[in-house]
DNA sequence: GCGATCAGTT
DNA sequence: CACAACTGATCGC
């Protein structure tokens, strides 16, 4: 919860994000999103009245927050008074003192956030310095190198200070799963369910806040269901959310919200009321987004927890780990930090030990030799193809790849897109360079990479940055996020896809032979601070640590944390396998030791991804393997399950032969881990050959350069 | 009666 | 072990 009193050091004039006390006399405000704990005296009588007497006063905000805030009646007062700032778009602002006519210039730019629709950080520029406010935001490792405009030419400008979201910076919250794994184990799981019959419904149980929307929409688009929720007025100008819920409740997929809707829901009933269709009872499950988090030393990421015979919880952030913060810290190195956010049991004291030695004038002591994070961060920029950056985050930023001229940018900036129509990508497998570092934020794809040259991990800031320059490896580009237009810079949509015939590098590393593989999805840590080791191949993670989740407690607090040394193997009892585990299974039986799982890439395209039973593929040993051990793990709750043809992992793994209705549990988990990222090609890019990538891998293996003649400016 | 604050719930 | 909202009680204007 932010404790942030409004006001940055060196812009006094200027309230962001408070408007009691003392911001009552600020000269300009701003607001980072739509949530209340951002919004306090935002309409107060006392601001209300302030605004009466003044053409002036201006709240400047993203276009979609100015959407969202003005769609509360309660707030209509403001709407003469409300400034829309497109994102990354900067702007002159005169802040001017009423009653003095004194005035400063101050320059504002939006940079997405990440954390929910609209949600913004302020960059300030103007006489006292630069300032960064986050507001609240998650954003993958890697991605602040994406944001053009915290750049200044190839570097990272010079921020003074910045006033950041710690809400997790706390290193119990090392690790958070990505959004595209927690997004598709929710889908996996929805999938599976609502795939029985017609009858079986999900009932998301969200919060009332802004940020589940890029959740719905994923599903919406995958499944092809729209979310059932109370009330969408307020997205009546976002058609890309607005399409994919609905106030209809003959869905199966519900978000809707009733005071007592736990209490509906343990009577079968949801929250809408609904509880049966044309006669027939609906079989209701429940998936409550939570945060779960894992420590240091785990890499592997159980997105879906079953915490009763039909309720779920799912991983779902909407702020930046531990090693996120850090990462985007370390990126921008400004001279001071200030939380905005004392995460529980931490004082400021704390926190600031976390972060100062990520400052500029720590390092400076530290670090004689100090380079600038921003050159070393840069890359050899692509003759890849890689597609269109400019989703860039409106909305989630998918991969994380330094910055990169604008200009290019909008070369291969598709023309139109909406994040959600993207239902075509392919993946470019490229010849670039890219930092290691930030592929290993992302999926699986990415992860394979990662491996290759991570080996040995140990990964901490310096060596990762120089990694960077030097590793080669294939690249993954991504798709087109929200789109410029889209207006919506806070959800994303990804879906993804890849092209399966093309060698796969950690195939060829490894030398592996697996028929079937699987991909490894696991974002385990690899911050600057990881200091740990990943290794590559590590016998580490072996099946029982990640692939079990207690789930007899159906305690409220739920959350996963893994730091000790009691993690999941202790709780063999468990009940749910999640897409990534998965993988982990069926690798674990043919590969010793091996954490990486290779899969071949099953060709689904989000299109095509539609519930269907009738597609499957060889499942070759590695069906049997994991399903003997599924066997193995069955747990003792899921009787209902069975008989309803199961969402649990383990059960369709189970009985995935003899039911017909049981969703295609293998093909599933490839879709998944096929579908982390989307990625359109990038006009006139190629995709290699694969004979060409087979030498690329060759020369990749030896350590040679494959950057072949390309300028790596 | 409204709003601010706090504690407790979800 | 969170977050963000909501509820209800209390207090003050």
């Known amino acids: 919860m932010s404790r942030f009193g409004g006001r940055v050091r060196e812009y006094p004039a200027v309230s962001i994000d408070r408007f009691d006390r003392d911001n009552l006399r600020a000269r300009a405000y701003f607001l980072s999103h739509c949530h209340k704990d951002h919004m306090k005296g935002l309409r107060a009588p006392a601001l209300k009245r302030r605004l009466e007497g003044s053409l002036k006063v201006k709240l400047y905000c993203s276009p979609v927050t100015k959407e969202l805030l003005l769609t509360s009646r309660k707030y209509k007062f403001w709407e003469n008074h409300i400034v829309a700032l497109e994102v990354e778009t900067p ?3 005169s802040l001017v003192d009423e009653t003095s006519g004194e005035k400063e210039d101050i320059e504002v730019t939006l940079l997405p956030a990440g954390h929910c629709p609209g949600s913004v950080m302020f960059l300030f520029e103007g006489e006292n310095g630069t300032v960064l406010y986050t507001g609240d935001f998650r954003l993958a490792k890697g991605e602040a ?33 990505s959004r595209e794994e927690c997004l598709n184990g929710i889908l996996e799981l929805v999938r599976s369910w609502t795939s029985l019959t017609r009858y079986h419904v999900v009932w998301l149980n969200c919060k009332a806040a802004y940020g589940y929307e890029y959740l719905f929409i994923n599903l919406s688009e995958e499944l092809g269901i729209k979310v059932h929720v109370n009330k969408l007025d307020m997205f009546r100008n976002m058609p890309e959310i607005l399409y994919h819920v609905t106030t209809d409740r003959h869905t199966q997929i519900h978000a809707c919200r009733h005071p007592r809707d736990d209490e509906y829901f343990r009577g079968n009933r949801l929250p809408c009321g609904m509880t049966c269709q044309n006669g027939t009872p609906l079989h209701i499950i429940s998936i409550k987004p939570s945060t779960m988090w894992f420590g240091e030393r785990i890499k592997k990421t159980n997105v879906i927890v079953r915490t009763g015979e039909s309720t779920y919880r799912a991983c779902f952030s909407f702020h930046s780990s531990y090693s996120e913060i850090k990462d985007f810290l370390s990126y ?21 030990e976390i972060l100062k030695p990520l400052c500029r004038s720590y390092r400076r002591n530290m670090e004689p030799r100090y380079k600038p994070l921003g050159t070393l961060k840069r890359v050899h920029k ?3 193809s890689d597609t269109d950056e400019d989703d860039l985050f409106d909305s989630e930023l998918t991969s994380a790849r330094p910055k990169i001229p604008k200009q290019q940018r909008e070369e291969s900036r598709p023309s139109s897109t909406g994040q959600s129509e993207n239902a075509e990508g392919n993946i470019n497998v490229m010849n670039v360079t890219e930092s290691s570092k930030a592929i290993t934020t992302y999926t699986s794809l990415t992860v394979d990479f990662m491996d290759c040259e991570e080996s040995n991990d140990d990964d901490d800031d310096e060596d990762d940055e120089e990694e960077s320059e030097k590793n080669t490896v294939p690249i993954l580009s991504c798709e087109p996020a929200a789109t410029s237009t889209s207006n919506f810079n806070g959800v994303t949509s990804d879906q993804q896809e890849s092209s399966a015939d093309v060698p796969r590098w950690d195939a060829f590393f490894k030398c592996n ?17 990881a200091g740990g080791s990943q290794s590559l191949f590590s016998d580490s993670d072996g099946v029982s640590d990640s692939t079990h989740i207690s ?29 990534q585990e998965r993988s982990a299974f069926d690798f674990s039986c043919f590969s010793k030791g091996g954490s990486r799982t290779v899969v071949p890439v099953l060709q689904e395209t989000a299109k095509d991804s539609q519930p269907d039973t009738s597609r499957r593929k060889p499942l070759g040993q590695n069906r049997s393997c994991a399903h003997d051990v599924a066997c193995d793990l069955k747990s003792k709750d899921s009787e209902k399950d069975a008989e309803a043809g199961t969402a649990h992992d383990q059960d369709v793994l189970v009985e995935i032969s003899d039911n017909s209705r049981t969703p295609d549990l293998e093909l599933r988990r490839d879709s998944q881990s096929s579908s982390d990222f989307e ?7 190629e995709v290699p050959q694969p004979d060409k990538l087979h030498c690329l891998y060759k020369k990749l293996a030896a350590g040679e350069n494959i950057l072949n003649e390309r300028k790596l400016s």
């Open 382 to 384: 692509r003759d890849l």
């Open 332 to 352: 921008i190195c400004p001279v001071n930090v200030y939380p905005n956010v004392l995460p529980v049991g931490r004082t400021e004291d704390k926190v600031m």
């Open 551 to 579: 789930s007899q407690n159906s305690s409220q607090s739920t959350h996963i944390s893994e730091q000790g040394s009691q993690g999941w193997d202790s709780q063999m009892d468990t009940v749910l396998i999640t897409s």
């Open 513 to 529: 032979n697996l028929e079937e593989s699987s991909e490894n999805e696991d974002n385990f840590p690899s911050s600057a601070d």
């Open 679 to 685: 990625i359109p090609l990038t006009p006139g890019a």
């Open 145 to 177: 190198a994406r944001l053009e405009l915290l750049h200044s030419g190839t570097r990272v400008k010079d921020i003074q200070s910045v006033y950041l979201d710690t809400t997790f910076c706390d290193p119990k919250f090392y690790h958070i799963p």
């Open 91 to 93: 702007t002159q602002i």
